[in-house]
């Protein structure tokens, strides 16, 4: 199983984006879901969380600006990215806690490989 992030590009500042992240396979589910990014000579942060109870956790930067949501029919992650700034450029990975069969109760961690968000004029 992968995870593979999508949706990142080029856009102009104000835009906006949606970040996709799904299993490569089928899975049974997404517990909780993390979205870090690495801006250019920054070291990874932490941008938005989201929890097996809904409950969710961002970055001041991007607080009223993304939201992250976790939608398990689909068994995908989105961020959604809004009022997009310079300062968002960044290449944005996934991290999420799954279970792969409904029969087996382990939980696995997974990173995707990034997908690059470039804000620029």
């Known amino acids: 199983v992968q995870l593979v992030e999508s949706g990142g590009g080029l856009v102009q500042p104000g835009a906006s984006l949606r970040l996709s992240c799904a299993a490569s396979?089928?899975?049974?589910?997404?517990?909780?879901a993390t979205w870090y990014r690495q801006r250019p000579g920054k070291e990874r942060e932490l941008v938005a969380a989201i929890a097996d109870d809904g409950s969710t956790n961002y970055a001041d930067s991007v607080k009223g600006r993304f939201t992250v949501s976790n939608h398990n029919v689909e068994k995908t992650v989105y961020l959604h990215m809004n009022s997009l700034k310079p300062e968002d450029t960044a290449v944005y990975y996934c991290?999420?806690?799954?279970?792969?069969?409904?029969?087996?109760?382990?939980?696995?961690?997974?990173w995707g490989q990034g997908t690059q968000v470039t804000v620029s004029s």
């Open positions: 396979e089928h899975i049974f589910k997404i517990y909780n």
């Open positions: 991290n999420a806690e799954l279970s792969i069969y409904e029969s087996d109760p382990r939980i696995y961690d997974y």
